[in-house]
C-alpha cells in the first residue's frame, strides 16, 4: 500500500483534523441569518437559560441542524470509502450508484402509505430503498458481458436513479404528497429536530463504529479478493458485513437529509491524498473529513445569499461534480 505521502504521524493529522472540525462547528453556529456571538454559543452550550433569544435559536434551531451535518457527512464519506475500497471502484458513491435513490423512493412509498410513521419507520424505509438501489444496479450492469467495469457501474447508476426518482415523483404526484417528500428528501438540513437526531443519530454512530472496526479487513479487499482468500478472511462473510453497514450509513442519512451525491466520492479521494491508501487510516480521516466538509457546505449555504438559503445539495453538487469529472478523466488514479 502506498503511505510514503505520511511524512507526518497519523496521530497529529488526525488531531489536527478534529481540531478543524471543532473550528468549523463553532463557526457554522455563528454565521447565519440571525446575528450571535461566541458568548451565545457558550451560554447554548453550557446553559439551560430560556430569556436570552439567541442562545435558544443556537440551541434548538442550529445545533441539531449542524450535529446533522457531521452525522451525514461522516455516513456518506465512510459508505464512499468502504465502497471504493471493497469494490475498487474509484468512482463509487452512494449517490451515485443507487443507494441514495433508492432510499428516496421508499420514503415517498412510506409517506403515501404509512403517513403517521415514525423517525425509526422512516430509518428503516431507507434502508431498504438503499438495498433495493443497490442490487438494481448491481443487476444492471451484470447483464451485457464483460468485466463490471467502474464506467459501467455508474451508468448503470444514473439509469436506476433516473428511474427510481421517476417512481418517487409518479407516487408522490398520485398521493398528492409532493410538498412533503420534497421538503424531506430534497437533500437539505433546515427544519432538523432533536427528536430526529435521537431516533437515527445512534444507527450512525453505530454504522460508523462498525466501519471502523473492519476498517484492516477494507485494506486487504481493497488490494485484491485473492489476496484477501490467502490472508484467511472469508469474503462473502465480510462482504456482506460492509455491505449492511453502507446500506444501514446511507439510509439513515437519506432519512436524515435526503438524496445527496459526490460526498462519499470526493472525500476518500482527498483523504488518501493526505493519510494514504491504508483504510485503517482512511476510514476514520473520513469520517472526520466527511463532517467538516457539510459544516462547511451548510454554513455557505446558510450565507451566500442570507436571509435566502442557498441548498446545500447545490453547493455539494456544483463542488463535486468537478471533481468526478477529473476522477473520471484521469481514469480514477487521481488521488490514488
Known amino acids: 500500500m502506498n503511505n510514503k505521502r505520511r511524512g507526518i504521524p497519523f496521530f497529529y493529522k488526525l488531531l489536527g483534523?478534529?481540531?478543524?472540525?471543532?473550528?468549523?462547528?463553532?463557526?457554522?453556529?455563528?454565521?447565519?441569518?440571525a446575528e450571535t456571538t461566541l458568548h451565545d454559543l457558550w451560554l447554548a452550550l453550557t446553559s439551560d437559560v430560556t430569556d436570552n433569544d439567541k442562545a435558544l435559536i443556537l440551541r434548538e434551531i442550529r445545533m441539531p441542524r449542524e450535529l446533522a451535518a457531521i452525522l451525514i457527512g461522516a455516513a456518506f464519506a465512510v459508505s464512499g470509502a468502504i465502497m471504493q475500497g471493497v469494490t475498487r471502484n474509484p468512482l463509487a458513491d452512494p449517490g451515485l450508484l443507487g443507494l441514495t435513490s433508492g432510499a428516496s423512493m421508499a420514503l415517498a412509498i412510506a409517506f403515501a402509505f404509512f403517513p403517521g410513521l415514525s423517525y425509526f419507520g422512516i430509518m428503516i424505509a431507507g434502508f431498504l430503498g438503499a438495498a433495493l438501489g443497490a442490487a438494481l444496479v448491481i443487476l444492471l450492469g451484470s447483464v451485457s458481458r464483460?468485466?463490471?467495469?467502474?464506467?459501467?457501474?455508474?451508468?448503470?447508476?444514473?439509469?436506476?436513479?433516473?428511474?427510481?426518482?421517476?417512481v418517487s415523483s409518479g407516487v408522490s404526484i398520485v398521493f398528492k404528497i409532493s410538498k412533503d417528500v420534497t421538503m424531506w428528501t430534497a437533500g437539505g438540513l433546515i427544519g432538523t429536530t432533536w427528536g430526529q437526531l435521537q431516533a437515527i443519530g445512534p444507527v450512525i454512530l453505530i454504522g460508523i463504529v462498525g466501519a471502523?472496526?473492519?476498517?484492516?479487513?477494507v485494506s486487504i479487499l481493497s488490494l485484491s479478493d485473492d489476496v484477501a482468500t490467502g490472508l484467511g478472511?472469508?469474503?462473502?462473510?465480510?462482504?456482506?458485513i460492509l455491505f449492511i453497514i453502507v446500506i444501514v450509513l446511507t439510509g439513515a442519512?437519506?432519512?436524515?437529509?435526503?438524496?445527496?451525491?459526490?460526498?462519499?466520492?470526493?472525500i476518500p479521494h482527498i483523504v488518501r491524498m493526505i493519510v494514504g491508501t491504508d483504510y485503517r487510516y482512511v476510514l476514520p480521516f473520513s469520517a472526520i473529513t466527511g463532517a467538516t466538509f457539510m459544516l462547511l457546505a451548510d454554513t455557505l449555504g446558510r450565507s451566500i445569499n442570507?436571509?435566502?438559503?442557498?441548498?446545500?445539495v447545490a453547493i455539494v453538487a456544483m463542488l463535486g461534480l468537478p471533481f468526478f469529472l477529473l476522477v473520471v478523466r484521469k481514469g480514477g488514479k487521481a488521488a490514488s
Open 17 to 33: 483534523s478534529v481540531i478543524v472540525l471543532i473550528l468549523c462547528f463553532a463557526l457554522s453556529m455563528i454565521f447565519g441569518a
Open 146 to 166: 464483460g468485466s463490471l467495469s467502474p464506467v459501467r457501474i455508474v451508468l448503470a447508476g444514473a439509469a436506476v436513479s433516473a428511474f427510481l426518482y421517476a
Open 212 to 217: 471502523l472496526l473492519l476498517s484492516n479487513q
Open 233 to 240: 478472511q472469508k469474503l462473502v462473510l465480510i462482504k456482506s
Open 253 to 266: 442519512a437519506v432519512a436524515l437529509v435526503g438524496s445527496m451525491a459526490f460526498v462519499g466520492l470526493m
Open 306 to 312: 442570507s436571509p435566502y438559503e442557498t441548498p446545500v
